[in-house]
């Protein structure tokens, strides 16, 4: 299951359970739409706490949408993940599709705080890594 929210910093993203190419695909072409609405320039929030592994045809189209959200003018993102496996997934496929430089992971099952840490980021520029850096 996935939901698309418009917000005041973009767009905010949830996705959970087992998500599908069909599925993953219906995402993207509701990303298209939403896009057209955007700012030129925007954050996404990505709630991925519930979510299940993707297979290796949903996450082909999982970069056809971060590619779209880059191209539609997204410059910051945070990704909310609580699943080892599904956060060295993410993370390779932001390097794919060149959006790992701005895009930051926070583990919820580490950070209480998760979505208040992920919304700084995105409209404070309050960078949560750096945080375990200090």
Known sequence: MYKI???GYGVKLVFS????????K????????IS????????VF????ELKP??????????IGQRLYKGAGMEISVVILANTVLT??????????????????IDASKNAQWEETGKKWLVNNIDPDAKLAA
């Open 5 to 7: 929210e418009k917000t």
């Open 17 to 24: 359970g087992l998500i599908h190419a069909d599925e993953m």
């Open 26 to 33: 219906k995402w993207v072409t509701e990303s298209e739409k």
């Open 36 to 43: 057209k609405s955007l700012p030129p320039k925007f954050g």
């Open 46 to 49: 990505v709630d991925m706490r």
């Open 54 to 63: 993707l297979d290796p045809e949903a996450q082909e189209v999982m970069q």
């Open 88 to 105: 060295m997934q993410f993370k390779r496929l932001a390097k794919e599709t060149g959006i790992y430089e701005w895009e930051r992971y």
